[in-house]
């Protein structure tokens, strides 16, 4: 506060108004605006009995407001504005700060622009002060207890595990069960979630758990693919909460505490024999939670989230279909194998790596993260085939997968190999099943030679009417088929021994002594 009395006091002395303002901690203009009107309102010192230090202002100023030359904000339209995403009090100040530039009025300052707003926050809106935006968090996490059922057929309990989901602006909260905590489970929970909130908030905060979190860490943290996915279809963005810091998702870890008591300790004397019948007896406790009045100001979280509900991104026109990836090498068929069903993709990626994405209808591939081939899922028996033509080379593409063009393709390398295509064929339970090993048997004729494999072929057919084709490979891999003239000659040239001795061996090779 500013000593006017003392101001006089120096003045009167001759001091100078430098030294008074360097000895009062006080500007020089307050030095010479406090002379000035004391001259003017002819006050020396010492100043007249009854006047004091507290109200010496008054006396030199009257009761002149603090910023009556400034240009007060609208604190109402600010309080508004401040409930919207993305708007600061530092924006306001700087859009209030342009208006009275464009007006030639005086702004106030940031600070006293911020105080200002405070303490309207505190005096006339304090039920009202904003300190979770509307629509813009949800924090998610599983609940510490656990809740249990009764196996019908062996009457042993059954533990499930509570999901429980809050918007820290209004305190609306969800809670469902689950037999496990897997990627499955947590996936579905913040579908139902969405779905209960009737839109979505614009950050997700879970905890560092693997199924939502692959690696944790503050500046740069690896979501789990899934989830990633599930994250941008509902256009949302996932910001874990720090490693071991519950407080940055303070509101679920509250509401998990309060919804131990609500839900799980007021239901630990019922006994329930399903998960529905235990998730509809929760969603009654759950409405009585919500519909609870708060202890310190007017309504409850249901008409809270009434306010907050307009301010949520509304759900897109589907929900979210639990996926799972897989890795496949592009076969020479042009085809992958994906739970022993084939889907074909362009040729240019044989004996590449792929990324595949599994849903309960659709089959998609990609490469390096861009989409190249996407397909309607198939169920049903292993060996299908869903191939899409311009995934072929210009050469196969007139010509379909089948028992007739491997038939064909087998008798352009000979009558034995030929054979052993029928046969392979003929083995197999559905025809499908045999496409894949035909293929294999056809290309090593690309390795060895056409002569070789049909060499090998009939050598195969030799030993079995049905040759496998890990047989033919060994017997290329190993030369055997070279050596079939000689195999074949060798008895026709030691059949007149044979026939006259008892042993082939003969004493020599079992030690003995021979007749000279």
């Known amino acids: 506060m500013t000593k006017y009395q003392e101001i006089l006091r120096l003045h009167s002395q001759g001091i100078s108004s430098r030294n008074i303002a360097a000895s009062l901690k006080c500007s020089r203009n307050t030095i010479r605006a406090a002379i000035k009107k004391a001259t003017e309102e002819g006050l020396g010192c010492p100043l007249p009995d009854g006047i004091t230090g507290s109200d010496s202002r008054q006396t030199f100023f009257g009761n002149q407001p603090k910023h009556q030359k400034h240009k007060l904000p609208d604190l109402e339209y600010i309080h508004q504005e401040l409930a919207k995403r993305g708007v600061t009090l530092t924006l306001l100040w700087k859009e209030y700060f342009e208006a009275c530039r464009m007006e030639n009025k005086r702004p106030l300052m940031y600070s006293a622009f911020c105080n200002q707003y405070q303490q309207f926050a505190a005096k006339y809106k304090a039920t009202m002060y904003v300190e979770h935006k509307p629509g813009e968090r949800m924090e998610v996490d599983w609940a510490g207890d656990t809740i249990s059922i009764t196996d019908n057929i062996s009457g042993k309990p059954i533990p499930v595990y509570v999901f429980v989901a809050v918007l820290p602006c209004s305190g609306y909260a969800y809670a469902e069960g689950f037999f496990n905590m897997k990627q499955d489970s947590w996936i579905g929970a913040h579908v139902h979630a969405y779905e209960f909130f009737e839109g979505v908030t614009r950050l997700l905060i879970p905890d560092n758990l693997k199924t939502g979190v692959v690696k944790a860490d503050w500046y740069s943290p690896i979501i789990n693919k899934t989830y990633q996915e599930m994250a ?79 301010f949520l991104i509304p759900l897109p026109s589907k929900p979210f279909e639990l996926s799972a990836w897989k890795i496949a090498i592009v076969q020479l068929n042009c085809h992958i194998a994906v739970d022993k069903i084939n889907y074909s993709v362009p040729y240019e990626y044989i004996k590449h790596k792929v990324d595949v994405r599994l849903t309960q209808n659709m089959v998609e591939i990609f490469y390096k993260g861009r989409r190249i081939a996407c397909h309607r899922r198939l169920h049903g028996y292993p060996g299908q085939y869903s191939t899409v033509l311009e995934h072929m080379p210009e050469s196969l593409r007139n010509t379909q997968w089948n028992a007739e063009r491997f038939i064909r393709w087998a008798h352009d390398i000979g009558p034995n190999t030929e054979q052993a295509v029928k046969a392979i064929i003929a083995s197999r339970k559905v025809e499908q099943q045999s496409y894949k090993t035909c293929i294999a048997l056809l290309k090593l004729a690309d390795t060895y030679s056409q002569a070789r494999l049909e060499a090998a072929c009939e050598k195969s057919l030799c030993y079995h009417s049905c040759p496998s084709f890990r047989t033919i490979k060994t017997i290329l891999k190993t030369g055997s088929d070279k050596q079939k003239n000689n195999s074949r000659n060798e008895p026709e040239q030691n059949e007149e021994d044979t026939r006259k001795y008892a042993f082939t061996r003969g004493a020599e090779y079992y030690g003995g002594k021979t007749n000279d």
């Open 232 to 310: 941008e279809h509902y256009s949302t963005v996932v910001i874990p909460a720090g490693v071991r810091k519950p407080k940055h998702k303070a509101s679920v870890e509250r509401a998990v505490g309060i919804l131990s008591t609500w839900i799980i300790a007021a239901l630990r004397n019922r006994q329930f024999f399903s998960l529905g019948e235990l998730n509809e007896a929760m969603q009654q406790k759950l409405a009585d939670f919500n519909r609870k009045p708060f202890q310190k100001k007017p309504g409850n979280r249901e008409s809270a989230f009434a306010e907050e509900l307009p």
